[in-house]
Structures are given as structure tokens and as C-alpha cells.
């Protein structure tokens, strides 16, 4: 089992705002990295950090923390954000990497 | 721009050892900035993490995998490779090789290879 906990699956309506989030007592000391992938696809990395978007990510994907959950939001959700995210960090330990068992997003 | 390219069989006996090698090409493995992982994902199924290496040898993995897995550079060739023991049908998965890089801001991979599918069967 994941030490990093994702809800299965999330709807949002295009244009609106949709918030996945990822729990694990790991993220109180470590920052949680998240992840897009779409079918057939390898994962894409979309947020790091703090709230870091590599090159190429839209600023309507953004990145926030509070206590032990870790959360990706989508403002103004577009056909093209339909797919699986991930979120990974450390685990307990700290010497060791963990994902989360993914979410999937249907954009409405 | 760097990029990354898994290959080895497509098909494995149960019981065999699964081996892969990730090749970087447009940047060097020796560099001293970056780890470099293996990450698999079974049909249908979530991303796990495998282990990573850096361009000195030293390795973390998996704690459920660490029987069974051995992760190697060769920094010669700018590759590194996994092997994995005594498979089975449930090792079946995409593995995909990714940069990986870790600092203030955490960890992240950041760069992956497209992906290898690798099927444990008979």
C-alpha cells in the first residue's frame, strides 16, 4: 500500500476549478511532486517544490501544502487536462521515494 | 535536450531476470546535480518506484523490491540498467527510466523515457 493517499477519480467542469489533493504523514517534512499522464503516455511533471512549474506548464496549474495533505489545483480546467495525476515525495524515512495511487480527472 | 530511451526484451520467462538499460543522450550522466530512476507501471495500475543511482554507484530502492533489484551506471557509455530477479507475472508493467533531481524544493523526476512494456510469461 501507497504512504501517500490520492482520491481514485474527480469530474470537473470545463472552464471551472478543480482541486486533487494527496495525504501522507511524509508531506509534514517533504514537499509533494506532482505528475499528469494521459493514456499511452510517460508522466509529465507539472508542479515541484514549493509551487514550481517547469517550462511549458500553464499557470492554471498550481501547487499548495497544509499539515500532512498536498494539493493540485486546475483554474479553468480545459478538454486537454483529461488525464491520470500523480503525486510523489519521500516516505517516512526520508530515504526512499513514494507515489500516490494516482486520480483521474474527466473534464466535463 | 536531454532525453532518455529504455530497451532490453519485451518478453520474460517467470523465474528469469528482467534486465533494461536507459541510455541519455544531449547531457552527461556524471553530472553532478542528478540521480537517475526506474520507475514501473503494471497495466491498468499506478506508478511505482523502482530505485535510483547516481553517477557514483551509490543506489537507493524500493524496500519491497530491494531483494531482487540491482540498479548500475555506466558512465562510459552514458547508460544505466536495471535487473530484476526471479519475476513473475505480477513484475508485468511499463518501466520507464527518469532523471531524477532533488534540492530545496524537493524531489521530482523530471525527465522520462518514453516507456518500455516488459511481459512475464511463459
Known amino acids: 500500500s501507497s504512504e501517500l493517499t490520492q482520491d481514485p477519480a474527480v469530474s470537473v467542469a470545463l472552464g471551472q476549478t478543480v482541486r486533487i489533493t494527496c495525504q501522507g504523514d511524509s508531506l509534514r517534512s517533504y514537499y509533494a511532486t506532482w505528475y499528469q499522464q494521459k493514456p499511452g503516455q510517460a508522466p509529465v511533471l507539472v508542479i515541484y517544490?514549493?509551487?514550481n512549474r517547469p517550462s511549458g506548464i500553464p499557470d492554471r496549474f498550481s501547487g499548495s501544502s497544509s499539515g500532512n495533505t498536498a494539493s493540485l489545483t486546475i483554474t479553468g480546467a480545459q478538454a486537454e487536462d483529461e488525464a491520470g495525476y500523480y503525486c510523489n515525495s519521500r516516505d517516512s524515512s526520508g530515504n526512499h521515494v513514494v507515489f500516490g495511487g494516482g486520480t483521474k480527472v474527466t473534464v466535463l | 535536450q536531454l532525453q532518455l530511451k529504455e530497451s532490453g526484451p519485451g518478453l520474460v520467462k517467470p523465474s528469469e531476470t528482467l534486465s533494461l538499460t536507459c541510455t541519455v543522450s544531449g547531457g552527461s550522466i556524471s553530472s553532478s546535480s542528478y540521480y537517475w530512476g526506474w520507475i514501473r507501471q503494471p497495466p491498468g495500475k499506478g506508478l511505482e518506484w523502482i530505485g535510483i543511482?547516481?553517477?557514483?554507484?551509490?543506489?537507493y530502492y524500493n524496500p519491497s523490491l530491494k531483494s531482487r533489484v540491482t540498479i548500475s551506471v555506466d558512465t562510459s557509455k552514458n547508460q544505466f540498467s536495471l535487473k530484476l530477479s526471479s519475476v513473475t507475472a505480477a513484475d508485468t508493467a511499463v518501466y520507464y527510466c527518469?532523471?531524477?533531481?532533488?534540492?530545496?524544493?524537493?524531489?521530482?523526476?523530471?525527465?522520462w523515457g518514453q516507456g518500455t512494456m516488459v511481459t512475464v510469461s511463459s
Open positions: 543511482i547516481y553517477y557514483s554507484g551509490s543506489t
Open positions: 527518469a532523471r531524477h533531481i532533488t534540492g530545496d524544493y524537493g524531489d521530482a523526476f523530471d525527465i
Open positions: 517544490g514549493k509551487n
